[in-house]
Each structure stands twice: as structure tokens, then as C-alpha cells.
């Protein structure tokens, strides 16, 4: 089974410093894998997802295979990217729709 | 347009009684999906529907849980008999035909048990 572990539960970062989020995944076949945020008062929406290989509010992620990794990163965090920060794996698997999810991150940027 | 809506935003219950959570999918959309997210952890899949049928349901608990989608867009997420346990926001998503796309979430219903 799929198994996708966000080893941070809080991350504070300084307005203007890099971020980097970690997410790490266990799947033995090749995974689509996504990130999604939850802004305060807010749903849960897409950010990126790694087939799309573009930026996001200035955010990446690249597939890392041979480290079945795949962390979120910003070179200059801003205030507004506060959130919570989930990291999520479907399988390749035809009609295997769902997503299977870490346990999050909260960012906090320090004014 | 609009987005993926719950009802209640809120339930409140009492151990052993039968609650329905409703969700509205974003008009068009085929796919449909529940989730489950405790307190502390990331959303948890319970069950999808493609169209009127369930075509993944290993998500579910145990047969307490059930839900339908008879028309083929709203969806009633049924628990009988609930316990504590089951206290946590459920999410309800949809997707566009072939669920291979972006999945929309709903703002979630929080069932509390007491």
C-alpha cells in the first residue's frame, strides 16, 4: 500500500528566506504526486501537481524517484504562504482514483 | 461558478445515532469523492463514485459507514449508530470526467459525537 510521510508537523520561516517543505512517499509502481494547500477559513485546493512541471505562486516540486521525494520549494517566502501544506500520492493505477495523504505542515513566514 | 458545497457545515450528535452528510459536486462533474480528516491528520480516503456508482469504496470503516449518489450528483454520506470515533470533518470532492483530474474539494461538514 501507498504511504506518504510529511516529516514536519510545524515550519516557521522568515519573510524573504527559502522554504522547503520535505514529503516523502512509499509506492512500488510510478506515482502522480500533489500538493495542496488549506489557506485559514479556507478549502483544501490543488497547488501543483508534478506532471504540470510548472511554478505556483512561486512554488515548486520536483519527482525525485530514486529518493521517492517530492519536497515544496520557494526561494522567497512571503506572508501570504502561511498554510497548511499537504502532500499527496495517486497511484497509475487505471480506476484507482484516490488520493492518499501526509499529515501536513503547518508554514508560519515571520514578518 | 460554484464550487463543491456540504451540508451541514456542522453536525452535532449523540453516541449511537444516525447522521446523513449531503454533498453538492460542481454541476458537470462525474466523479465524486469522500474523505475523512481527524484531528492532526491529512484527509483520508472513505469512498468514490463514478456517475451513480461507488467504484471504490475500500475506504470505508466498516458497515456502519454507506454512501449513495442515486441521481448521479448529489451524494448522502450515511453513518448509523455513530461513536466517538467517528468525531472529524468529512470532505467531499469532485472531478471532471475521468477522475484523472484536479480533484475540488467542499469546505467539509465537522461531526462532533459526543
Known amino acids: 500500500a501507498q504511504r506518504v510521510t510529511q516529516p514536519e508537523k510545524l515550519l516557521s520561516v522568515f519573510k524573504g528566506a527559502p522554504v522547503e517543505l520535505k514529503c516523502n512517499y512509499s509506492y512500488s509502481g510510478s506515482p502522480e504526486l500533489f500538493w495542496y494547500v488549506q489557506y485559514s477559513r479556507q478549502r483544501l485546493q490543488l497547488l501543483l501537481r508534478h506532471i504540470s512541471r510548472e511554478s505556483i505562486k512561486g512554488f515548486t516540486a520536483d519527482l525525485n524517484k530514486g529518493e521517492t521525494s517530492f519536497h515544496l520549494k520557494k526561494p522567497f517566502a512571503q506572508e501570504e504562504d502561511s498554510a497548511m501544506y499537504y502532500c499527496?500520492?495517486?497511484?497509475?493505477?487505471?480506476?484507482?482514483?484516490?488520493?492518499?495523504f501526509g499529515t501536513g505542515t503547518r508554514l508560519t513566514i515571520i514578518p | 461558478g460554484a464550487g463543491v458545497s456540504q451540508t451541514p457545515s456542522n453536525k452535532v450528535t449523540e453516541k449511537g445515532k444516525y447522521v446523513e452528510l449531503r454533498c453538492d459536486p460542481i454541476?458537470?462533474?462525474?466523479?465524486l469523492y469522500w474523505y475523512r480528516q481527524s484531528l492532526g491528520q491529512g484527509p483520508e480516503f472513505l469512498i468514490y463514485f463514478q456517475g451513480t456508482g461507488a467504484a471504490d469504496d475500500s475506504g470505508l470503516p466498516n458497515d456502519r459507514f454507506f454512501a449513495v449518489r442515486p441521481e448521479g450528483s448529489v451524494s448522502t454520506l450515511k453513518i448509523q449508530r455513530t461513536e466517538r470515533g467517528d468525531s472529524a470533518v468529512y470532505l467531499c470532492?469532485?472531478?471532471?470526467?475521468?477522475?484523472?483530474?484536479?480533484?475540488?474539494f467542499g469546505p467539509g461538514t465537522r461531526l462532533t459525537v459526543l
Open positions: 499527496a500520492l495517486r497511484t497509475s493505477n487505471f480506476g484507482n482514483e484516490k488520493l492518499t
Open positions: 454541476s458537470g462533474h462525474t466523479a
Open positions: 470532492a469532485s472531478s471532471s470526467l475521468g477522475g484523472r483530474n484536479e480533484q475540488f
